[in-house]
T-cell receptor
């Protein structure tokens, strides 16, 4: 049973456009939701994270929107750049339950020049 | 601060052999987690160590084991390798305390089993 589901599976966006990646989770005990970015040959890098006590968090061009009742959260990349082309993973964990992260399958974002 | 380092970066083994991978966490971090990344299954949690004790374990067979040393460095071992063990093995470190532990990943060890 996949506890964190990402959509779409892949995404192509023009430079300057908005990239939107969605995640849905099943376990209502999850209360920490990070997004990771991974380039080929590298480990995942933490982009931005949110807790369920806020509905939105913005850091530069990256914004997380969180909908607790729908058990969904999404990543918005504004003014997408070719350098944003990477694989993006959403994840979830339970605060206090150690450091175990449950990841979505990941989506490949391509930003066309 | 230096990031998480993993050695070796690449490994080629044959079925039935065993392998040991190493991870050095960010200085001051006491928690080390291991993940397996494959194209089919994505990123899957293996186990976490904190202060030399296994604090959490994922759903992997007993062939996968790990340990942590007093300096927080960690090793994971896979015995009796199978073809399906071919994967990128990632190590992540975090401070280990507090409710929301940011995890920082290393570059991974690419294991190929022939």
């Amino acid at each position: 049973q996949q506890q964190v589901k990402q959509s779409p599976q892949s995404l192509i966006v023009q430079k300057g456009g908005i990239s939107i990646i969605n995640c849905a989770y099943e376990n209502t005990a999850f209360d920490y939701f990070p997004w990771y970015q991974q380039f080929p040959g590298k480990g995942p890098a933490l982009l931005i994270a949110i807790r369920p006590d806020v509905s939105e968090k913005k850091e530069g061009r990256f914004t997380i929107s969180f909908n607790k009742s729908a058990k969904q959260f999404s990543l918005h990349i504004m003014d997408s750049q070719p350098g944003d082309s990477a694989t993006y993973f959403c994840a979830a964990s339970i605060a206090g339950a150690n450091s175990k992260l449950t990841f979505g399958k990941g989506i490949t974002l391509s930003v066309r020049p | 601060k230096a990031g998480v380092t993993q050695t070796p970066r690449y490994l080629i083994k044959t079925r039935g052999q065993q392998v040991t991978l190493s991870c050095s966490p960010i200085s001051g971090h006491r928690s080390v987690s291991w993940y397996q990344q494959t194209p089919g299954q994505g990123l899957q949690f293996l186990f976490e160590y904190f202060s030399e004790t296994q604090r959490n374990k994922g759903n992997f067979p007993g062939r996968f084991s790990g340990r942590q040393f007093s300096n927080s460095r960690s090793e994971m071992n896979v015995s009796t390798l199978e073809l399906g063990d071919s994967a990128l093995y990632l190590c992540a470190s975090s401070p280990g305390q507090g409710s929301y532990n940011e995890q920082f990943f290393g570059p991974g060890t690419r294991l190929t089993v022939l």
